[in-house]
């Protein structure tokens, strides 16, 4: 199975602020890498797939990046409603794998 | 638009089976451009992908649960389902239904993503 590592776990950041986040697989997985938003209580809603398309409807501060084994989904200007966590995940081979997970939490 | 909505029951208890019906609204669980897809996550925990299964009844399996886990497609009744024997409480979770789709290989999983989400049923085994 492929692992994907996730970091940091958790991330405290200011309104306005720059962040990224790290995904990296244990194997090269191309760029079949997607990035997730979860909020508490909700689904997980779909951010970017292909590494750094941005799914319809995703405001444009976010982006990814990356290919092979690391990957990096980066938030420019943080907007309150952006506080949650985010899952990566691959589509590279099944078993579809989701990292960790990244908590990102108002300072 | 899509909407995903799960049923099944939120109690369970120790060695029964579990059952879920994915209702599927807004789209077509016959369209051959997508996968339907059952993930779950234990309370406070991260994702873990089930399976997937296509319209044709072409199933994938999570090795960690293949030897408990069926996935069916009703294409006529626009439903997909989930079924886990022997449940204890380690499956307690949140069980998300999902569509599956976007790859630029026609007909398979490599390069897709989950684009469309249930809002989850958290299901419960206790004793």
């Known amino acids: 199975d492929i692992h994907l590592t996730q970091s940091p776990s958790s991330l405290s950041a200011s309104v306005g602020d720059r962040v990224t986040i790290t995904c990296r697989a244990s194997q090269i997985i191309s760029r079949y890498l997607n990035w997730y938003q979860q909020k508490p209580g909700r689904a997980p809603k779909l951010l970017v797939y292909a590494a750094s398309t941005l799914q319809s409807g995703v405001p444009s501060r976010f982006s990814g990046s990356g290919s092979g084994t690391d990957f990096t989904l980066t938030i420019t200007s943080l907007q309150p409603e952006d506080f949650a966590t985010y899952y990566c995940q691959h589509s590279y081979s099944t078993p579809d794998t989701f990292g960790g997970g990244t908590k990102l939490e108002i300072k | 638009q899509l909407h995903l909505q799960e049923s099944g029951p939120g109690l369970m208890k120790p060695s029964e089976t579990l059952s879920l019906i994915c209702t599927v609204s807004g789209g077509s669980t016959s369209d051959s451009r997508y996968f339907w897809a059952w993930i779950r996550q234990p309370p406070g925990k991260g994702l873990e992908w089930i399976g997937t299964?296509?319209?044709?009844?072409?199933?994938y399996y999570n090795p960690s649960l293949k030897s408990r886990v069926t996935l069916l497609v009703d294409t006529a009744k626009n439903y997909f389902s989930l079924k886990l024997n022997s449940v204890t409480a380690a499956d307690t979770a949140v069980y998300y239904c999902?569509?599956?789709?976007?790859?630029?290989?026609?007909?398979?999983?490599?390069?897709?993503?989950?684009?469309?989400w249930g809002q989850g049923t958290l299901v419960t085994v206790s004793s």
């Open positions: 299964i296509y319209y044709s009844g072409v199933s």
């Open positions: 999902a569509r599956f789709g976007g790859s630029p290989h026609f007909g398979e999983l490599l390069g897709g993503y989950f684009d469309s």
